[in-house]
């Protein structure tokens, strides 16, 4: 499933997940970034070992590869239908500007890249066409009915692990000199509702968040300061220096985080490695988005 920056990618992604349906966002979990000095969001390739590894195993039956990539011809003789979401030019203005999962179409000149090739009607050869303008739960009936899949339909009750509503993780970069030290919660809320220069969300259970750290913790990659407590938690420039290069979701094995999150909650969770190398990304894009006079206030539920 292919479609240009603001097209719906990652939403439709999360919503086939949140039905049950085994989906990869390449852009968290396959991407690399060539160094090529163009933007790396727009450059970015598929890494082949991780790629391959997913795409010629014999389960699951169907798999939806969400996303973009520089090299995506290699992949074509392993896909049966290729889709392509389709926005207008006002749809696209408005997804880049409103979106909180990454910041790449934040700038004029991004935003005019995206714009001049949706305008070509750059697509794969190949490719059907899906009006992603429409709401998500058609959108998604529409790419299932394409994929010959039966349709759960999009009120069935998600996975006690899947996304919730709104946001259950979010990060605020914020300028150091402005976080509040040992002042009432109130004072932070004031703090991040006036001092937010980037803002990053988490879609999936807090539980699979809270067990990621938990995980990434026992690998030596320790996010949260001992002497924190509860759901709110800082990252500063030095997490930065010392954890972003590891925080590569490529680098992490699926089925390894499913085994994890199910031996440390007691439940079986059929899908959820997904989701544990989407909240890897999310760690990896709130450590990027900071400056040196930056920390980022990240907060679970």
């Known amino acids: 499933m292919e479609g240009l920056s603001g097209a719906g990618k990652s939403s439709v992604y999360e919503e086939l997940i949140r039905r049950g349906y085994r989906a990869v966002s390449t852009d968290r979990a396959w991407k690399v970034h060539p160094d090529t000095g163009r933007p790396l969001r727009d450059d970015a390739l598929w890494d082949e070992q991780k790629a391959l590894s997913e795409l010629e195993r014999l389960e699951p039956d169907v798999l939806f590869v969400c996303g973009s990539s520089g090299n995506r011809d290699r992949f074509q003789p392993y896909f049966t239908k290729i889709i392509n979401l389709r926005i207008d030019d006002d749809t696209m203005r408005r997804r880049l500007r409103e979106r909180t999962n990454n910041d790449f179409g934040k700038q004029p000149e991004e935003v005019e890249l995206m714009l001049g090739r ?9 490719a059907i066409d899906v009006d992603a303008t429409k709401p998500l739960d058609q959108v998604v009936d529409e790419v ?16 006690p692990w899947s996304r919730r509503g709104p946001a259950t993780g979010r990060s605020f970069v914020i300028p150091d000199s402005a976080l509040p030290i040992g002042e009432p919660p109130d004072a932070l809320r004031d703090v991040l509702r006036r001092e937010t220069i980037t803002r990053i969300e988490y879609s999936w259970s807090g539980d699979v968040l809270a067990t990621l750290l938990q995980y990434l913790d026992e690998q030596g990659i320790d996010l949260i300061d001992a002497d924190r407590e509860g759901s709110v938690f ?15 979701p490529s680098a992490f094995d699926g089925a390894v985080l499913e085994r994890c999150y199910e031996e440390l909650n007691g439940t079986a969770a ?31 539920g």
């Open 270 to 300: 059929d899908g959820v490695g997904y989701a544990m190398l989407d909240g890897i990304a999310f760690l990896r894009d709130t450590l990027e988005a900071l400056g040196p006079a930056d920390v980022a206030v990240v907060v679970i």
């Open 234 to 248: 800082v990252l500063t420039p030095d997490h930065r220096e010392r954890y972003m290069a590891r925080l590569d």
């Open 144 to 159: 299932l009915r394409l994929a010959d899949c039966r349709t759960a339909t999009s009120d069935s009750p998600p996975t």
């Open 118 to 126: 949706n305008r070509s009607g750059e697509r794969p050869a190949g």
